[in-house]
Structure formats: C-alpha cells, structure tokens
C-alpha cells in the first residue's frame, strides 16, 4: 500500500510539474526568443517544440523520484527506472523529430516566395531516419539495462544486411548530396527526363524520391539515384535567360526557285524592311556585271555568266530583317534565318531566333504569328512552300486535264 501510494504521489508530482513546465515554455520563452533577432531560434520554440520539450519532465521525475518511494522492491525500481529512461529517449527522439518538421515547413514557405531556394526536405528525413534509428537503439539498451554500445557492435556484425536493405537509401541520399552541392535541380525546375516519362516542374525533392508534375498535370516519381546515374535536361538555364528560343523551319518547293526579273526586283523595293538589302545587293551585282561585261564583252549575253538576285535569298534577307525589327525577340541573342541542306521535301529555310519571355502562352502566340506571316508572304516572293501531295491535288489537276481536253 505505501508503494502504490507512493507510487500515485510521484505520478501527481510528475503531471503537474509537466503541466507548469509547459506553461512556462510556451509563455515565456516565445517572449524572449521574439527579442532575439537569430532565425534559428524561431525553430526552437515553435509550439509543436515546446509542447514536446514539456513532455519530457513525467520520466525524468520518474527516473529521479522512483528509489525514493517506500517499501518498493528493487526489482521493481530498476524496472520502472528503465522504462521511465527509455521514455526519456522517446521523448528527446520526438523533440528532434519536431524540430526537424519545423525545419522543413519553414523550408516549403521559403520555396513558395523564393523559388531559386533549395529543399532540405531530403536532409530532414534523412536526420529524422537517423533519429529513430539511434532512439531505438538506446531504448532497446535501456530496457534489457544493457549498454547500446553492445547493441551497436551486434549491428557492425550486420552490416551487410543493413547495406542491401537501406541501399537505395544510401544511393539516394548520396545523389541527393551531389545534387543540392553542384545546385543541379531545385523545387520549381522544369526537369525533362524522357527515359522515365518525365517532363514537367519538379514539386517535391524527398530522400528517396522526385516528383515531377508533368504538363499533362500527371505526377511522375524519379528515384533520386537515378538523377545521378542517368542524364536529365534543367531548364533553369532558359527561364534564368529570359529568353527561349525558336528553332522551326518553313519548306521551300524547290521548284519555285528562280532568278528575280527587273520588275519583280522594282516591285519588292516598295517593302520598307527589304529596300536597303535590295539597294546594296543590286548596286553590287551592277558592278560586278559591269567589270565582266568589260573584261568578256562576248559572255556577257548569257544569264550564266552574270550575277543576278535569287527569289529564295531575297526571301532569307527578308527574313532576316523582319527578325531583326520584331519586338518581342532578343537581339542580344543569336537571330537569324539560315538555308538548310535541301531534301526531297524541299528546301528548309529555318528561324533560330529567342524570344524576349519565357512564358510558354506567349512563346507559342510568338512564334506562329512569325511563321504565319512568312508563310503568308511567300507568294510575293514567287515562293511557294512544299507540302505532299493530297488526293484533293490529285483530284485537282485531274480535273483540269478533263477540262483541258473537252476545249480541245
């Protein structure tokens, strides 16, 4: 009866020393950490910090207090002894735990006002893995009332079993190191992985595991290993930039390629981006047929031998220019239309030029309005662009076959 008595009295001590240890903490300490201007100490006394730090005052009355009650059997002490200190362990496990999730909630709000800023959500968990581990290891030590150097040294013994089961653990954690130091991925990225699927923004950076929202809002996961051992595209670079680039080409029928008449060359100096290419290109061409008609009066009558202007490479300056004076590409950036290698499909005239935003809505509006233009003015130029042709081609220009020999 004096033991159970005692026994009751020490719980009361305990629970209402824990009831005044967490009125103090969680009203005095957020006063004076707000005095104090170091960030860490917001993490220290959040309320899940503080509520848990309170938790820890029960066992440790208990581990203090149970030899001082009376007629309670040693055999009993020590046991109640032992699992008030695992308890204590328990306790100091989950403040670390705490402590960890302030970390990383902190974290996530710094991410969604600074996007360029790195997760540590792979770090929490890690150290929270690393926490359980140590905390169940003492506890196990703590109740058997053994050393948890014995228990450690009995684990070295397997390590290799540890090594196959925490392997991609290991893997993972180690990627995910190389990753945050070399600064290759962060939350917000868009990461194109296309040997897993992936091509999105990255949403989540964990210890094991990537996410990747895609555009099609599907979520892939990455293991985190495999970021190391396989090649992927950031395109960080791009967004940094400001400016994303264009590469698409227009096909040219080569059978619409031909020489420029007088007339056509007069027509098209009345195009205000195309006139001064046209003034210094025929100024040039002028002398250059003028020195050859003087050196061989007798070839001068053959086109051959004399420069003239191409529809196609008037087209091309045209191009240029109108690249050139269009506001919304950079100009600080590579800008030009360049003569691909002609192919059975035609002649590929490309663009390779970067727009002044990175945003893909206005990215897609500014690159059809270049190309619906350049496709719309090629018949000024004499140009027409290739396309296969389709059964109603063929229907076409049967038709007009029929029509052709009924007048005839």
């Known amino acids: 009866m004096q033991s159970a008595i005692g026994l009751a009295v020490l719980a009361v ?59 309670l059997s040693p055999v009993a002490s020590n046991i109640i002894h032992n699992v008030a200190v695992a308890c ?28 360029g800023t790195r997760s540590v959500k792979s770090y929490v ?18 109740l058997i009332d053994r050393s948890p150097l014995i228990l450690l040294s009995g684990l070295g013994a397997m390590s290799a079993v540890l090594m196959l089961v925490f392997k991609d653990t290991i893997l993972s954690f180690t990627a995910g190191v190389q990753l945050a130091g070399n600064d290759m991925l962060r939350v917000g990225d868009w990461l194109q992985m296309d040997q897993v699927g992936a091509d999105g923004a990255v949403v989540d950076m964990a210890l094991n595991t990537v996410k990747i929202r895609n555009w099609d809002n599907t979520i892939t996961t990455i293991p985190t290993w495999r970021l190391m051992s396989e090649s992927f595209k950031n395109w960080r670079g791009m967004s940094e930039s400001g400016g994303r680039r264009i590469k698409r080409s227009l096909l040219i029928d080569n059978a619409t390629v031909r020489f420029l008449t007088d007339a056509e060359i007069e027509e098209l100096s009345h195009i205000a981006l195309l006139r001064p290419y ?53 100009k600080d950036m ?3 239309a360049r003569m691909m290698e002609s192919t059975t499909n035609g002649t590929p005239l490309e663009v390779y030029a ?55």
């Open 13 to 71: 001590i305990a629970y209402v020393l824990r009831f005044v240890a967490r009125l103090i903490l969680l009203t005095v300490l957020p006063r004076l950490a707000s005095k104090l201007s170091a960030p860490w100490m917001q993490n220290l006394v959040d309320r899940r910090v503080l509520t848990r730090l309170s938790q820890i005052v029960p066992s440790l009355v208990f581990q203090i207090g149970v030899f001082a009650v009376p007629k």
């Open 88 to 115: 204590t362990v328990l306790a100091i496990g989950r403040i670390v735990f705490a402590v960890l999730d302030v970390i990383e909630d902190h974290n996530r709000q710094a991410l969604s006002k600074t996007p």
């Open 125 to 142: 968990q890690l150290g929270q893995l690393i926490t359980m581990l140590v905390v169940g290891i003492v506890m196990i030590g703590a």
């Open 278 to 330: 046209l003034n210094s290109k025929t100024e040039e061409i002028d002398t250059y047929n003028s020195d050859f008609a003087e050196k061989a009066p007798e070839m001068a009558h053959e086109v051959v031998n004399l420069r003239k202007l191409t529809n196609i490479g008037t087209f091309r300056a045209y191009v240029n220019a109108y690249l050139r004076a269009h506001p919304r590409l950079r």
């Open 354 to 408: 970067f727009t002044a935003t990175t945003v893909w809505l206005e990215y897609e509006s500014i690159q059809g309005d270049i190309f619906d233009h350049l496709m719309a003015i090629l018949p000024e130029f004499g140009l027409h662009a290739f396309q296969n042709p389709s059964g109603h081609d063929v229907k076409l220009r049967l038709g007009q076959n029929e029509v052709g020999v009924l007048s005839a």
């Open 334 to 336: 590579t800008l030009m």
